[in-house]
């Protein structure tokens, strides 16, 4: 009789709304092939710990629709070594698990191309990050929600900031990558947005706020990026001194993190994680999982990795032609 093949899955780094959906689609895909599927909880910090529980069908019932993670998340600083790793993959070989699947960012990947390679198990990544900063994939999972988040809340600081007559710096998330910021301003209709990818002009915002108050604007929106150098209370402190408008500052922080994932991010979760399971029962090379157009791609893990993000900086110029 053949043997079953056995798949690990864990989630690691910061949580993203569409993990489950991602977790859910892997498992049922992978059962419904005649595998066998082992959750790892607490990201490569239970793998080193062993802790690890197979999971059935029902093991992941009633869990699209939830923010967060299942399967829970946790940073390990003795992964980043090769005892760690080698720590790791022991404990995989003990449970039988020849696949292994990762949800997580750029750091998580790279840990499961790092531990793949030194000890020979096929690892899958999904790009499961608020972030946006995996450049092999046009979108990753959970950004859709986190921007939606974004942009809900600048309706409601737009509200008062109207009422108020202030100026707003909302600061979100992304770290080095300003691709929440871009997405959130210009489906938010910001006066202005500071990214980490681009110069800006902190005296020509300041211009810009004056001549919408000149003609009677009751308010103005700059969204910054969290990866920004300047911080966002020294910009706001700067344009109420060169505007004479009352700046507030607002940081949006992990609320962008949590929540019901949209539509979108269920969607592709859910196609993304079916795909790797097609390319574990195919015995693919390790590969990262991602969406081009609208097709679900796999290139070779590394290679993946390699793959330098590119900014939507004309977003700025399409924002500053609708002030």
């Not at 809340?153 to 108020?164: F, L, P």
């Not at 300047?230 to 344009?239: C, D, G, N, V, W």
């Not at 196609?271 to 679900?296: H, T």
């Amino acid at each position: 009789m053949k043997k079953k093949i056995r798949v690990g899955i864990l989630t690691s780094g910061g949580d993203a709304p569409g993990m489950n959906a991602c977790i859910r689609a892997v498992v049922r895909g992978c059962l419904s092939k005649g595998m066998e599927v082992f959750g790892i909880y607490q990201g490569y910090h239970g793998l080193i710990e062993d802790d690890i529980q197979q999971m059935s069908i029902s093991s992941v019932a009633d869990i699209i629709h939830r923010g967060g993670t299942i399967l829970r998340t946790a940073r390990s600083h003795r992964f980043r070594e090769p005892e760690g790793r080698k720590a790791g993959y022991e404990n995989l070989k003990k449970h039988g698990i020849s696949a292994l699947v990762v949800i997580g960012g750029d750091g998580t990947m790279t840990g499961g191309m790092l531990m793949g390679k030194e000890n020979g198990i096929k690892v899958y990544g999904l790009p499961g990050t608020i972030d946006n900063d995996l450049g092999y994939t046009d979108t990753t999972i959970g950004f859709d929600t986190a921007v939606n988040t974004a942009v809900a809340a600048v309706g409601n600081i737009r509200d008062t900031s109207s009422s108020m007559g202030r100026t707003t710096v909302i600061e979100v998330m992304g770290r080095a990558c300003g691709d929440i910021a871009l997405y959130a301003g210009l489906a938010g209709g910001a006066e202005d947005i500071l990214i980490p990818e681009q110069a800006y002009d902190i005296d020509k915002i300041a211009e810009e706020i004056k001549a919408g108050v000149a003609r009677g604007k009751l308010h103005s929106i700059i969204i910054k990026a969290e990866g920004v150098a300047l911080s966002t209370q020294a910009l706001a402190e700067f344009l109420e001194l060169k505007t004479g408008c009352e700046t507030k500052t607002v940081l949006l922080g992990y609320i962008q993190r949590g929540g019901s994932p949209t539509a979108r991010d269920r969607v592709l979760a859910s196609r993304m994680g079916v795909k790797a399971a097609e390319l574990i029962e195919q015995g693919a090379e390790s590969s990262a999982i991602g969406i081009r157009g609208d097709e679900i791609v796999a290139i070779p893990l590394e290679e993946a990795l390699s793959i330098k993000k590119k900014s939507h900086t004309d977003f700025i110029e399409i924002c500053n032609l609708l002030l």
